[in-house]
């Protein structure tokens, strides 16, 4: 199972995988955490009245910061080009950047 992930996300062996694992953590966490002081600065719940246009806002907003801090986290565990890989093939889907 565990050789099985590690060719899904073309990690180089399990300890890259683990790291690979950790950086999604991290990430995922802390585009949560500062998406919150995001939006109170933009004070999004004072312009946007409609709930479900708020989350949807909302939900853009960690996206993007995401997308930003994932490669910040990726550097600091030196794994910054995989993160671009991925990230690229991320925006890719959504038609945000051409393939080579």
């Given amino acids: 199972m565990l050789e099985k992930l590690v060719r899904i996300f073309n990690a180089n062996s399990s300890r890259h995988l683990l790291i690979i694992f ?4 991290i990430t995922g966490s802390l585009s949560v955490y500062v998406s919150g002081p995001i939006l109170m600065v933009l004070e999004l719940d004072k312009i946007i009245s409609i709930k479900p246009l708020y989350w949807i806002v909302r939900v853009a ?3 993007i910061a995401y997308q930003l ?3 910040v986290v990726a550097s600091l565990f030196g ?3 995989y993160f671009l890989k991925v990230q690229r093939k991320f925006l890719h889907r959504f038609y945000l950047f051409k393939k080579n």
């Avoid at 950790?22 to 953590?25: G, H, Q, S």
Wanted: glycine letters at 0%; charged letters at 0%.
């Fill in 22 to 25: 950790l950086v999604f953590a």
């Fill in 61 to 63: 907003v960690i996206t």
């Fill in 69 to 71: 801090s994932l490669l």
């Fill in 79 to 81: 794994q910054f080009s």
